[in-house]
């Protein structure tokens, strides 16, 4: 049986006759199956940005939240590294011009802010259903990797740990994960839990049709899921 809260996220989206979960909300949903989640909070004024920007510590993200416009950085949407106070009054206002120049009837529903992770790996986890199979994970490296190279590997839910493991062996580009070339491995464990987790998230969640964390920042110890998207 899943979390009441889970429901309570799919029935907001909902009642607003969404087919989609924002960002804040698709993180909220990863965070109740105990996936690493940047700390995030949704605001309407500058005011409002400061202060969670100050509860959240710098540096800081800002990102649009807006029905029309779901792939943000297209539409000038994120602005990452913001260093001070200023900074999150000038950003806000920024961003939501840039929204209206994207879309000049795009709705804003409020803005993002959110922790700003350290670099690290970028790695893709997606999902779709396959009309026979229902739902399966996909695995691969962000990027050059998935978008030009399609270096990508498949499951159907559920999966387990062991299937996790391969999934990550099974790429073309899977060294990068060890670490080469001056960059620092990957936490496989941390990498693998993600995969488990969201496996058992689309077994208990039948309106996830599609799901996207692209990218998830991978470090030596840990990761974080730094953008999130679903389709209901
Ligand atoms: P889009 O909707 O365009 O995919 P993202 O939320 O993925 O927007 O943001 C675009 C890029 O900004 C990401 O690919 C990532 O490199 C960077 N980014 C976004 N959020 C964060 C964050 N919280 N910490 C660090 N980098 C981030
Ligand atoms: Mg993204």
């Known amino acids: 049986m899943r979390d009441k809260a889970v429901t309570a996220v799919f029935e907001a989206a909902k009642k607003e006759k969404r087919n989609f979960l924002y960002e804040h909300e698709a993180k909220?949903?990863?965070?109740?199956?105990?996936?690493?989640?940047?700390?995030?909070?949704?605001?309407?004024?500058?005011?409002d940005a400061v202060q969670a920007a100050k509860k959240i510590g710098f540096p800081i993200v800002l990102k649009i939240v807006s029905p029309q416009i779901l792939h943000k950085s297209d539409a000038g949407g994120v602005i990452v590294g913001v260093k001070d106070e200023q900074g999150i009054r000038d950003g806000f206002k920024k961003i939501i011009?840039?929204?209206k120049n994207y879309k000049a009837d795009a709705e804003i529903t409020g803005v993002l802010v959110q922790e700003m992770a350290p670099k690290g790996t970028e790695i893709i986890v997606g999902s779709t259903t396959d009309p026979t199979f229902g739902p399966t994970i996909m695995f691969g490296?962000?990027?050059i990797f998935v978008e030009i190279l399609k270096d990508v590997s498949f499951r159907v839910v559920p999966i387990d740990e062991a299937d996790a493991m391969e999934m990550m062996?099974?790429?073309?580009?899977?060294?990068?994960l060890d670490g080469v070339r001056g960059m620092p491995p990957s936490d496989r464990k941390t990498l693998a839990d993600i995969l488990v987790k969201t496996s058992r998230m689309l077994e208990e969640c039948p309106e996830v049709k599609e799901l996207d964390m692209n990218p998830i920042l991978a470090y030596p110890d840990g990761a974080k899921i730094v953008d999130g998207r679903v389709i209901m």
């Open 28 to 47: 909220k949903l990863f965070g109740l199956y105990g996936m690493p989640v940047t700390k995030i909070q949704v605001v309407k004024t500058e005011d």
């Open 97 to 99: 011009a840039n929204a």
């Open 141 to 143: 490296l962000g990027g």
């Open 169 to 176: 062996d099974e790429i073309k580009a899977k060294k990068i």
